[in-house]
Structures are given as C-alpha cells and as structure tokens.
T-cell receptor, first 114, second 113 residues
Framework: KAGVTQTPRYLIKTRGQQVTLSCSPI?????VSWYQQTPGQGLQFLFE???????NKGNFPGRFSGRQFSNSRSEMNVSTLELGDSALYLC?????????????FGPGTRLTVT | SQKIEQNSEALNIQEGKTATLTCNYT??????LQWYRQDPGRGPVFLLL?????KEKRKERLKVTFDTTLKQSLFHITASQPADSATYLC????????????FGGGTRLMVKP
C-alpha cells in the first residue's frame, strides 16, 4: 500500500508570511500527527488529529495550527513565519494513534524561512 | 519534567561488530519504548517496540532491552553493515498528551567497511 505522502517537499518563505503543508496518511489510518525536526531541538511533537478532531497538542505557539478532513488527510498551517520556524516538518500516520501503534512517517517538508 | 536522552555523539564502529546505542529516561516510567531509524532527508522508520514488562525483544539482527531499574533501553545491531549507518531514535509516550511520542535526540551510527 502507498506510504504517507507530504506536499510540498521543499518550501522557501519569507518572514511574516504564512504556509500550509499537506499530509496524506496511509489508507485506513485515522490518526495523523505532526512533528517539527531541527538540529537543535530534535523531533518535537506539534499536534495529533483523529477523526477530524485535534486530540493532542504539543508546546508550540498558536501560530501553528492544523486540521484533518473526513478522508483523514491533514494540513498544518504556520502563520507569521519566523526564522526559527525553518525546519523539517514530518507527518506520521497510525491506525488509531494509541501510542503503541507504530507510526509511519512521511518524507517531510523542508521549510526554509528567510 | 520527563526527559528522554540519547548520546548525541556519533558512534563509529567497524563492519561486523555489534553496535550498542543507549536511551535513558528520567522523571517518569514509560510503559513502552519505541526505536526508529532515520536516514538523511527522510522520515523515521519504525523498528521495534518494547514494553516495560519485556526485558528483551529481537528482530533479525536487532535486539532491544528495557531496564526499568536503570531507566535505560539499549539497542543492539549485531554483525553491523555499512547499510546500517543512520540515526537511531528512541521514543516514549508523552505524559499528559495521550500516548503521543516524545523522541530522544538520536544517535548517529557510522559503520565503516
């Protein structure tokens, strides 16, 4: 079966702009999580969606938001971009997001803010 | 607050040897730990999950141990190969965030031929 896909793969934005990233989970997976990965902070959990509802949220400012559609596809949005938002944004899907489910990660979107 | 830590220094070993990576956790007792492999520019790939009541788990050349007394998990790759070169991440459930994962910083493994 097809893996997790993320679009776009690369993005360059300037400070103050906003950006929307997209994630298509594996078919049948209902939980989608988003992570930010930077060299300094590593992989940090942003939020998790299940059945179109945000179920868990990490410690990120309100500029970071997301949503999930009825087909489980998810988008995340970052408004008023800052230089520190430059990172690899990873989406992961799992069957029900129970934690013991293995998470299947997409290839990520590399965001560069200039 | 809960912490999960891995040796940030790269581990360099010779092909054929056993690689051992360490994951330490503090201020909590996770019910399980997961291990992932990440190659440059790619998303992590799940390798193994070990529960707190399991001392050891094996999968082909991989072995994971979970010592709740030492608050530590060890990840072993036996008969290592250059293709095993990657960053290895451990992860545990996040307290007060359902069962979502908190990841360690990862350890980069380099296997030299």
């Amino acid at each position: 079966k097809a893996g997790v896909t993320q679009t776009p793969r690369y993005l360059i934005k300037t400070r103050g702009q906003q950006v929307t990233l997209s994630c298509s989970p594996i078919s049948g997976h209902r939980s989608v999580s988003w992570y930010q990965q930077t060299p300094g902070q590593g992989l940090q959990f942003l939020f998790e969606y299940f059945s179109e509802t945000q179920r868990n949220k990490g410690n990120f400012p309100g500029r970071f938001s997301g949503r999930q559609f009825s087909n489980s596809r998810s988008e995340m949005n970052v408004s008023t971009l800052e230089l520190g938002d430059s990172a690899l944004y990873l989406c992961a899907s799992s069957l029900v997001g129970s934690g013991v489910d293995e998470q299947y990660f997409g290839p990520g979107t590399r965001l560069t803010v200039t | 607050s809960q912490k999960i830590e891995q040796n940030s220094e790269a581990l360099n070993i010779q092909e054929g040897k056993t690689a051992t990576l360490t994951c330490n956790y503090t201020n909590y007792s996770p019910a399980y730990l997961q291990w992932y492999r990440q190659d440059p520019g790619r998303g992590p790939v799940f390798l193994l999950l070990i529960r707190e009541n399991e001392k050891e788990k094996r999968k082909e050349r991989l072995k994971v141990t979970f010592d709740t007394t030492l608050k530590q998990s060890l990840f072993h790759i036996t008969a290592s190969q250059p293709a095993d070169s990657a960053t290895y991440l451990c992860a545990s459930p996040t307290r007060n965030a359902g069962n979502m994962l908190t990841f360690g910083g990862g350890t980069r493994l380099m296997v030299k031929p």
